[in-house]
Nanobody, 121 residues
Framework: QVQLVESGGGLVQPGGSLRLSCVAS????????MDWYRQVPGKQRELVAV???????SDADSVKGRFTISRDNAKNTVYLQMNSLKPEDTAVYYC???????????????WGQGTQVTVSS
């Protein structure tokens, strides 16, 4: 099993910054991808940013130039630095991980519980 615990959400004014963290806890899986998604009530979950264990990253067009995803493989932790926040960034942000059970080729997907980010004056 892999447990994902997010932190860092909260209320911020437009133009402000927040940093989200997600720690993956596991003893029997190797984490490959760790991504951030977000969801607004009534809408589909949206991919925000992705990162692989090799360091490759990619951002959605809606956050490009404002959000930065980074990862510490030694700590199984992924971060999302969010700058120049806008009201439309308000959402629940979810951490996602794809992990391979050690000694096998089986991959599984895991989600965190989500952390609320609210951008409002």
């Amino acid at each position: 099993q892999v447990q994902l615990v997010e932190s860092g959400g909260g209320l911020v004014q437009p133009g402000g910054s927040l940093r989200l963290s997600c720690v993956a806890s596991t003893t029997s899986f190797s984490i490959s991808a760790m991504d951030w998604y977000r969801q607004v009530p009534g809408k589909q979950r949206e991919l925000v940013a992705v990162t692989t264990s090799g360091g490759t990253t990619s951002d959605a067009d809606s956050v490009k130039g404002r959000f930065t995803i980074s990862r510490d493989n030694a700590k199984n932790t992924v971060y999302l630095q969010m700058n120049s926040l806008k009201p439309e960034d308000t959402a629940v942000y979810y951490c996602y991980a794809r992990a391979r059970r050690l000694g096998t080729n089986y991959e599984y997907q895991y989600w965190g519980q989500g952390t609320q980010v609210t951008v409002s004056s």
